[in-house]
């Protein structure tokens, strides 16, 4: 079969790069977004994301009709859909209303042949739940009943990207990439469909391990950070300087310890190892903690923070406190489950702080934070009383005051 024509369900972080690649490999694309203003941005050639080098090919794609973005999905041969997962309520269960949401929406136009692909970071079983809503929806189609089943007219797997924010135009193209369908035969479609652009190494499984290596990958990054993280509050509580410490230990040739940080954020690392501990809870053990750990670690920021101001003599009036970075990584704009912004958060809601915010890579402050006011790096140092560098965005290398520093040296 020839793959002409790709939709795309969701043209945020991971879609519109992944739609793109498609595009500019010569295929006729179809994005499919919630967000008219993503939908109006992309048809004119321009990007409402942060990405380098992604907004030049968009431009070039559009121009050319291999790209084009709408609200209501369309025919195609193959469909991808790489929507947000997030929790619903606080107690860590993943929300796949997103994903039912967009399975629905293709539902109507799915025909006989076509490729139905999940990308977005899902617990164990999601992709087999998408088939359970497909085949409800669609009962004049059939749909894969067993591991073996080669009698089936639509062919569904799960693929998870694994992309690093700044860099994910090349990543696309170069990673190998792990495809589980809920078939042999549906796998060896979906690896048909990512070959129009992959260069890394197409890995087949089945749909279950697809979806557990994704959790695995980022559950074992927060594991190591979480390492980082307890050490810097050990090595607090001990007063020794954990960056020399780290940096001590890691001349052993096999040890390689991380740099510890305000915390963990993102829409990987910090969600995705309470899919597994949500499916498992019971013996899911190093995860559970390690996302304790690492989701304690902005409260310890904000206490350091409050210690310092404690420590000047400003004579009653009001401390500002500059935060240097939002983002829940360097030089992004993603804020994203980001430590940052739950810290900014917690000291905007004590009113007996001012709190200036500096983020070199956004224009406007989230709603939630909007009671604070976003400065330059040279109005906060002018200004603040006391400096905490949470993210370290590049802006910040040559900083030479004394602030906190909760991001390495």
């Known amino acids: ?51 380098p080098g992604l907004e030049h090919i968009v431009k070039k794609v559009v121009a050319s009709g291999h790209l084009k973005a709408v609200a209501v999905a369309q025919k195609a041969d193959a469909f991808l859909i790489a929507v947000p997962t997030p929790f619903t309520g606080g107690d860590y269960t993943p929300d796949l209303s997103y994903i039912e949401a967009a399975t629905k929406a293709i539902a109507p136009v799915l025909e006989k042949g076509n490729i139905v692909i999940l990308e977005s970071t899902s617990p164990v079983g999601a992709t087999e739940q998408l088939l359970q809503w497909l085949a409800k929806l669609r009962p004049d189609l059939k749909f894969p009943q067993h591991d073996d089943d080669v009698d089936h007219d639509v062919f569904i797997a799960y693929c998870p990207e694994r992309v690093l924010p700044g860099q994910v135009i090349r990543e696309l193209v170069e990673n190998d990439r792990t495809i589980g369908g809920l078939t042999p035969r549906c796998a060896k479609k979906a690896a048909e469909v990512y070959r129009i652009f992959v260069e890394g190494e197409l890995v087949i ?8 290596t994704k959790l695995t990958e980022n559950a074992y990054r927060d594991v190591n950070i979480a390492f980082a993280n307890e050490l810097s509050l050990i090595c607090d509580r001990l007063n020794i300087n954990v960056w020399e410490l780290i940096a001590l230990a890691n001349r052993h040739p096999r040890v390689d310890i991380l740099r510890p940080g305000a915390g963990v954020g993102g829409h990987c690392i910090a969600v995705d190892p309470w899919f597994i501990v ?17 989701d304690y670690k902005p409260r310890w920021v904000i206490e350091k923070i409050e210690q310092r101001i404690q420590e000047l003599e400003l004579h009653g009036a009001k401390p500002k406190v500059a935060l240097l970075g939002l983002a829940f990584k360097p030089n992004i704009d993603d804020l994203r489950e980001s ?27 989230p709603v939630q934070l909007r009671a604070a006011t976003l400065v330059s790096l040279t109005e906060a140092i002018a200004q603040a009383d006391v400096v905490a560098e949470l993210v370290k965005h590049k802006e910040f290398a040559d900083l030479n005051i004394n602030h906190l520093n909760f991001v390495g040296e």
């Open 1 to 51: 079969m020839t793959i002409k024509t790709v939709s795309v369900s969701g043209l945020g972080y991971i879609g519109l790069p992944t739609a793109t690649m498609f595009a500019h490999a010569g295929v006729n694309v179809i994005g499919v977004d919630v967000n008219q203003h993503a939908i109006d941005t992309i048809n004119q050639g321009r990007i409402h994301i942060v990405e």
């Open 205 to 212: 499984t089945n749909a279950r391990t697809a979806e557990m």
């Open 278 to 294: 949500n499916k498992t809870p019971d013996i899911a053990h190093i995860v559970h903690t390690a996302r304790k750990v690492n």
């Open 339 to 365: 430590p940052a912004v739950f810290i900014a958060e917690q000291l905007i809601a004590n009113t007996a702080i001012d709190v200036l915010l500096v983020e070199p890579n956004i224009e406007q402050l």
